[in-house]
């Protein structure tokens, strides 16, 4: 199994969409987004993101095929971001969760230096998600407000200057 990761193109479109279509991989996600055009919308904001440095877009191929995706959006002050990622449901559990996690963050990190807390949001049940965020040093977040308690969750990781000065 050749694995890649790279930035997202305005090609992944259909893959993205068909991903956000299947039941399986839609099954702990809190927001979920039905419509085509939405789910376009959504895919296009993503991108500009990726484009414009506000954010990282990444794709996973497996043997040359997107399986799986990766983003970091930056707040409008730059010092939060969020993050999501997805794999497709046939290559979950062979690492692409966690590379994609990582790559997010790594690229985060290096084009937003002004950058601490990085969130994410999780079905209280997605043991998958849960296992990937506790490996990379996420931590549950207690603030209120954040999700939709008592079955999301907010996770949060600290990073940049105050990490590196302990
Ligand atoms: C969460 C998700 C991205 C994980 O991707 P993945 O490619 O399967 O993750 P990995 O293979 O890197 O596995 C990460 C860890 O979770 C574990 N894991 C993965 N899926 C699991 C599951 N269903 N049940 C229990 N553990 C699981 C792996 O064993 C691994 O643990 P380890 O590092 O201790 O061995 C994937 O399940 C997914 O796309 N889910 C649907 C979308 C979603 O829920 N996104 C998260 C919200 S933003």
Redo the contacts with the bound molecule.
């Keep these: 199994m050749k694995i890649e990761i790279r930035t997202a193109r305005h090609s992944d479109l259909e893959w993205y969409k068909l991903l956000h279509s299947d039941e399986a991989?839609n099954?702990?996600?809190a927001r979920r987004i039905n419509d085509p055009q939405s789910m376009e919308d959504e895919f296009l904001f993503k991108l500009e993101a990726q484009c414009t440095r506000r954010g990282v877009f990444a794709v996973v191929d497996v043997d040359g095929t997107s399986q799986?995706y990766g983003v970091l959006l930056f707040s409008v002050t730059g010092d939060s971001a969020h993050?999501?990622?997805?794999?497709d449901?046939r290559?979950?559990?062979?690492?692409?969760?966690?590379?994609?996690l990582e790559e997010a963050l790594r690229a985060g990190n290096r084009i937003g230096p002004g950058l601490r807390i990085i969130k994410?949001?999780?079905?209280r049940d997605?043991?998958?998600?849960i296992?990937?965020l506790r490996?990379q040093g996420f931590t549950m977040s207690t603030v209120a407000g954040l999700v939709k308690p008592p079955l999301y969750v907010g996770w949060q990781l600290r990073v940049g200057a105050q990490e590196r000065v302990s």
């Design positions: 991989f099954r702990w996600i799986g993050v999501e990622f997805g794999v449901p290559y979950q559990r062979k690492g692409i969760g966690s590379l994609l994410a949001v999780c079905h997605n043991e998958g998600c296992r990937l490996a």
